[in-house]
Nanobody, 116 residues
Framework: VQLVESGGGLVQPGGSLRLSCAAS????????MAWYRQHSGNVRERIAT????????TYVESVEGRFTISRDNAKNTAYLQMNDLKPEDAAVYYC??????????WGQGTQVTVSS
């Protein structure tokens, strides 16, 4: 399993970013995908999930209505569209296939900084 996150950066409050997660080494289309974030010194938190077959999505309350998770099975890629970013969204963002990896096989993540 290999997961490569990209798309992070510095953005002003209220701005947007789109994160990408390129996956390889497994049958991407058969597994739920999730985005996580980790604030400095805190535990990694799952914030969004997209199911494998019907594309159903779930979110934690703190990002509901602002973030959108999606997937392109033809490209083995998951995405996280983040709108109306707030300073508290600043974190390192990771993707994973939680049911497959059991919480292992993390990529390097992508840093999101929200600051004016």
């Amino acid at each position: 399993v290999q997961l490569v996150e990209s798309g992070g950066g510095l953005v002003q409050p209220g701005g947007s970013l789109r994160l990408s997660c390129a996956a390889s080494g497994f049958a991407f289309g058969q597994w739920n995908m999730a985005w996580y974030r980790q604030h400095s010194g805190n535990v990694r938190e799952r914030i969004a999930t997209v199911e494998a077959y019907d594309g159903r999505t779930t979110y934690v309350e703190s990002v509901e209505g602002r973030f959108t998770i999606s997937r392109d099975n033809a490209k083995n890629t998951a995405y996280l569209q983040m709108n109306d970013l707030k300073p508290e969204d600043a974190a390192v963002y990771y993707c994973n296939a939680p049911s497959l990896t059991g919480g292992s096989d993390w990529g390097q993540g992508t840093q999101v900084t929200v600051s004016s």
